[in-house]
T-cell receptor, first 111, second 113 residues
Framework: GQQVMQIPQYQHVQEGEDFTTYCNSS?????IQWYKQRPGGHPVFLIQ?????EVKKQKRLTFQFGEAKKNSSLHITATQTTDVGTYFC???????????FGQGTTLQVKP | DGGITQSPKYLFRKEGQNVTLSCEQN?????MYWYRQDPGQGLRLIYY???????QKGDIAEGYSVSREKKESFPLTVTSAQKNPTAFYLC????????????FGSGTRLTVV
């Protein structure tokens, strides 16, 4: 079945350093979504990418969707302590709306 | 305020008992989902429903059951057949195409004692 792999599993950075998490799917995706889960909380939708090669920015966050629509990345510039949490990518294939989540990358930021 | 509500927040179950987790949404979303979250394993899909009175198994449906009698409600029953039920359970809803992402509830933490 479809699998979505995400690396790294954990990342510890000093505040101000950059951070990147990568997501790879075993199949071509119709879209990919990114979520953030704060410690003790629930996942919150960040963004959806649909087009091949698409790049979207939200302040210090940059999201990319690969040309083959099988991989994606999230890059955070100059991390802050408020960025702490687990970032999940989730891929959809077809038009069912059903998402397969990656394992997540847990980000720790040292002040 | 539109949203999705899960209850209870914490639930303790004795081995051999069935328990039902509640999930209600007032977002007028057609699709609803149940995920299980374990440390280091991300979110795994248990069941999903795209229309009332219809639902499909996800990747880990064994030991679970659901119903979708109303658009707003998608309760999950964890049966005694589920061998390792201790986990964090998340309910979510979305439009059918999912273009605006999933809205998640705050989750139910189930512990078997």
């Amino acid at each position: 079945g479809q699998q979505v792999m995400q690396i790294p599993q954990y990342q510890h950075v000093q505040e101000g350093e950059d951070f990147t998490t990568y997501c790879n799917s075993s199949t071509t995706l119709s879209n990919i979504q990114w979520y953030k889960q704060r410690p003790g909380g629930h996942p919150v939708f960040l963004i959806q990418l649909v087009k091949s090669g698409e790049v979207k920015k939200q302040k210090r966050l940059t999201f990319q969707f690969g040309e083959a629509k099988k991989n994606s990345s999230l890059h955070i510039t100059a991390t802050q302590t408020t960025d702490v949490g687990t970032y999940f990518c989730a891929g959809a294939s077809g038009n069912t709306g059903k998402l397969i989540f990656g394992q997540g990358t847990t980000l720790q930021v040292k002040p | 305020d539109g949203g999705i509500t899960q209850s209870p927040k914490y639930l303790f179950r004795k081995e051999g008992q069935n328990v039902t987790l509640s999930c209600e949404q007032n977002l007028n979303h057609d699709a609803m989902y149940w995920y299980r979250q374990d440390p280091g394993q991300g979110l795994r899909l248990i069941y999903y429903s795209q229309i009332v009175n219809d639902f499909q198994k996800g990747d880990i449906a064994e030991g679970y059951s659901v119903s979708r009698e109303k658009k707003e409600s998608f309760p999950l029953t964890v049966t005694s057949a589920q061998k390792n039920p201790t986990a964090f359970y998340l309910c979510a809803s979305s439009t059918l195409a999912g273009g605006y992402g999933y809205t998640f509830g705050s989750g139910t933490r189930l512990t078997v004692v």
